[in-house]
């Protein structure tokens, strides 16, 4: 399988019911700076670098976790079986020495067990401290 998806020239996410990843290829593994093996079994929001999957909670259980567009996406593609296009996303993430927004573009597709979701990462931006 990984072959196959490595042979798509699109960063693609493999997404599992409990919005675990399943697989991801090479073009999101750049993207995300991330060796596949590293993204197997994970939460999505571990793998974006949310800053509210390091809460106690962990990722899909804190607080914040309800609004995620990401995953509402995902969760929305398993229950109804529609795809969501292009939607756009807002990440807080964090680097070594500031908090930044990454914004996304995702469109979701399902198909046997997963949904495949594409990510078109648009822009990082400085986080206001207000």
Known sequence: ????????????????SNNSIVATNS??????????????????????????SRLPEGCGRAIHCSGCVIRKCVTATFNTGAPQLSIPATLSVESP?????????????????????????????HRSSE
């Open 27 to 52: 073009k999101a593994c750049e993207m995300l700076g991330r060796r596949p093996e590293a993204t197997i079994d994970c939460m999505l929001g571990t793998v974006f670098d949310c800053v509210h």
């Open 1 to 16: 399988m990984q072959r196959h998806i490595d042979s798509i020239s699109v960063p693609i996410v493999l997404v599992d």
């Open 97 to 125: 020495d500031q908090l930044l927004e990454a914004v996304f573009s995702v469109t979701t597709v399902k198909s046997v067990g997963v949904v495949a979701m594409r990510i078109e990462k648009l822009a990082t931006n």
